[in-house]
Nanobody, 135 residues
Framework: QAHVAESGGGSVQTGGSLRLVCTVF????????IGWFRQAPGKEREGVAS???????SYADSVKGRFTISRDPAKNTAYLEMNNLKLEDTGMHYC?????????????????????????????WGQGTQVTVSS
């Protein structure tokens, strides 16, 4: 059964770094797209970064220059390197995956424009991993 698993969250001080890992199980599509989303307490879930198609990468403005998304197609795994973490990066971080053109296009757009995403927006979602940044 297809599902997503995330890992790598934790607690760091401002300026610190974390690496999140997302692995997609049960999907072998070459059109797989993977995105990272986060949700702070009391706020909507927002797009952070996405890897779509053969290598189209998108970032929310708030993380550009600090976060890097990468992917290992052989492992169906995506990574999110988060550097220079800020207090506002705190929240539950979710990985989403899809493999249809409309979903992947919507994922890229959601991240690019900083839009919110519903929990049912994309085909597969992980349980989330908590990132806490403190001063």
């Amino acid at each position: 059964q297809a599902h997503v698993a995330e890992s790598g969250g934790g607690s760091v001080q401002t300026g610190g770094s974390l690496r999140l890992v997302c692995t997609v199980f049960g999907v072998t599509s070459s059109d797989l797209c993977i995105g990272w989303f986060r949700q702070a307490p009391g706020k909507e879930r927002e797009g952070v970064a996405s890897f779509v198609g053969g290598g189209t990468i998108s970032y929310a403005d708030s993380v550009k220059g600090r976060f890097t998304i990468s992917r290992d197609p052989a492992k169906n795994t995506a990574y999110l390197e988060m550097n220079n973490l800020k207090l506002e990066d705190t929240g539950m971080h979710y990985c989403a995956a899809a493999y249809s053109f409309p979903e992947c296009n919507r994922m890229q757009t959601t991240v690019n424009v900083g839009a919110s995403a519903k929990a049912t927006e994309f085909r597969l979602w992980g349980q989330g991993t908590q990132v806490t940044v403190s001063s």
